[in-house]
């Protein structure tokens, strides 16, 4: 099992800019099964689904975002600190809630938007973006 350790959530104004980070740790993996796992950004607001903000394929660096984000968003894997990080830039008060790490494996050759298809979780960190 991963642990997953998120920090850096916060309070800002729109148009604001807050850096996630989420420590990795715990790996067992082999190498190849390493190489073919994803991070990921997830986020739920109060009385919502949790949903997929962005995605990063370890082997690859592939990333992928929603399209609520795209743009102002940017997910980056930091190696030497074993460190996922989320760049969160012209925030609007929708992007509001608890954010989310999560690992999982790579489904398809890409890595899943959806929630269900990764087993790890942190304990979420919270932002909240007022107008």
């Known amino acids: 099992q991963v642990q997953l350790v998120e920090s850096g959530g916060g309070s800002v104004q729109a148009g604001g800019s807050l850096r996630l980070s989420c420590a990795a740790s715990g790996y067992t993996y082999s190498v190849s099964r390493y190489r073919n796992s994803c991070l990921g950004w997830f986020r739920q607001a109060p009385g919502k689904e949790r949903e997929g903000v962005a995605t990063f394929f370890i082997g690859s660096r592939a990333t992928d975002y929603a399209a609520s984000v795209e743009g102002r968003f940017t997910i980056s894997r930091d190696n030497a600190k074993n460190t996922l990080n989320l760049q969160m830039n012209s925030l609007k008060p929708e992007d509001s809630g608890m954010y989310y790490c999560?690992?999982?494996?790579?489904?398809?050759?890409?890595?899943?938007?959806?929630?269900?298809?990764?087993?790890?979780w942190g304990q979420g960190t919270q932002v909240t973006v007022s107008s």
């Open positions: 999560a690992a999982g494996p790579v489904v398809w050759g890409r890595c899943p938007a959806h929630k269900v298809d990764y087993s790890d």
